[in-house]
């Protein structure tokens, strides 16, 4: 039997303990990194090695204070010991991160050598994490089937998660291996019920023709729905609605009403299906080096260069393009704009474009391990014309293109942690029903503690991510949370990648061949921590510097 489970007010210690250093480590980190008052680029790439520490001690930490923080006297044994696990595991995570940080700043010590040598600090792991524990934990997993990470939901949004769940099980799902295996293009036998369930509207204000409330915004929807989609098929269903909502976000914060009534009941509709081309080959994720050329013409302007890494790009009918429309490339993010680019759509793995006024849009998949079914292209532009009309903002929005783009940045990192969340949900009941059904040994594969203890982890990962995307979406909802959805998307695709992984692993040899789902979700799950800001550029530019500035701001309010 394992240990009864400790008080709640050791978790909270230990974690209130960790909340007071990972801060000190912000302001020491920030510290050393300011010139004049003022985080200066060069010494913050100098400390990037501790500053991606920073990052990922900020994600575990607030993810477990979170899962804590939900608990309850009335809350389900289940629900206690996956809080207490993972608050185990990312405490543990935690105190590494800032040993490792401490390397190179220096940060007081007392508290965490006291916590390290507190007896409550030993009892917790002990309760929570020793063999008899994670046993208890995964016979409760393998009880759960895998249904973890539950919060009440009202009415509207429980049955919107259940029908897309329906949905997602009943026609993504018996699809999923064929279009994954044979690489092909997400078909219309998807698309158009999607259409009618109206997916591709969920950020679109109703009198456009969407469902998003024209008073605020509905992220907690757009999780779970993106969340149940992505469980069938991450490429062939869950990443649908991630190009809409960047798109209707930029055209919501800078187009013109003509734009807006133009374009949103169009994408509302899912006619056409749209592309997002931000991504340079020689650029990444630093979208202020982007290089695409805008030249002003009568009427309009050319194109020419190339994007890569653009998902969608043949089927969409319309690409947002940030192009540079300042040739000064002195003026970085100050010079680019969002050009609408309109095309036909194409089912094939490549297609030429051609227009009227002479100009070439080329695109071509490039071939991937995962993330089969919307293909991502390369794009080569030769003198395309766009028209004024299709620059978002029109003359007004000349220059502002990336501050329109930045508007849905946030919805696509909170849809990459449900996307996430959606394919470890998958894995794991794939890998509860494996270990159930495969016997070694002369006995079940769940049958063995090692089993149990790698579900019970994979089980409080994926509760703790859920959770935590649930309480981000509240945030997001409420105007505030652009730094936490930041937090939650690195903390939920690394572990998307973990529990994937272990999945896997449980299958055997099973889980190596590509007849076995398992063996999709692994390799689709891979691609999460790269796009919608790759893990180190969100780590660094994003989380990092946001904790340091906020120390800095702390310590200039407190002078």
Sequence with gaps: ????????????????????????????????????????????????????????????????????????????????????????????????????????????????????????WHELRRAASDSRALDAAGDAVLASRGDLGI???????ALAQDSFRRFSEEVVAPLAEEIHRENLTVPEALLQPLREMGVFGLSVPEPYGGSAPEDKEDALLMVLVTEALSEGSLAAAGSLITRPEILTRALLAGGDTQQQAHWLPKLAAGD?????????????????????RATRVPGG??????????????????????????PDRSLGHKGLSVLLVEKPSYDGHAFVFRQEQGGTLTGRAIPTIGYRGMHSFD??????????????????????????????????????????????RAALR??????????????????????????????????????????VAGLVDQGEGRMEASLVKLLACRSAEMVTREAL????????????????????????????????????????????????GVQGSAA
């Design 379 to 424: 794009l080569a532009f030769e003198g395309f014309f766009v028209p004024d009309a299709n620059v978002v903002g029109g003359a007004q929005g000349v220059g502002k293109g990336f501050y329109y783009t930045m508007a849905g940045m946030v919805g696509g990192r909170m849809q990459t942690a449900a996307r996430a969340c959606g394919v470890m």
């Design 430 to 471: 794939a890998a509860i029903r494996y270990s159930e059904d495969r016997k070694v040994f002369g006995q079940p594969l769940a049958g063995f503690p090692l089993t149990r203890a790698k579900l019970a982890r994979m089980g409080a990962r994926l509760a703790a991510c859920r959770q935590l995307a649930f309480h």
């Design 301 to 326: 302007w050319k194109l020419d260069g190339a994007k890569t890494w653009c998902t969608f790009a043949g089927k969409a009918g319309v690409l947002m393009v940030v192009a540079r429309t300042d």
């Design 151 to 157: 919060l009440p939901l009202d009415e509207p949004h």
């Design 1 to 120: 039997m394992p240990r009864p489970l400790p008080d709640l007010a050791t978790a909270h210690h230990v974690l209130s303990v960790l909340r007071s250093s990972v801060d000190q480590a912000a302001a020491a980190l920030a510290a050393q990194c300011t010139v004049s008052g003022k985080l200066d680029a060069r010494k913050l790439d100098a400390l990037q090695v501790p500053s991606f520490e920073l990052a990922w001690a900020a994600a575990e930490l607030l993810a477990a204070e979170n899962a804590i923080s939900l608990l309850r006297p009335d809350s389900r044994d289940l629900d206690r010991q996956l809080a207490l696990l993972f608050a185990v595991d990312a405490a543990t995570s935690v105190l590494a991160r800032l040993d490792a940080i401490a390397l190179d700043v220096d940060l007081p010590g007392d508290a965490l050598r006291e916590l390290r040598d507190d007896p409550r």
């Design 505 to 552: 692993q449980l299958h055997g040899g099973m889980g190596y061949a590509e007849e076995s789902a398992v063996s999709r979700y692994f390799v689709d799950a891979r691609v999460l921590s790269i796009f919608e800001g790759a893990e180190e550029t969100l780590a660094l530019k994003v989380v990092a510097r946001s904790l340091m500035e906020r120390a800095l």
């Design 272 to 292: 056409p299906l749209c592309a997002i081309a931000i991504t340079e080959p020689d650029h990444g994720s630093d979208v202020a080096g982007l290089t695409l």
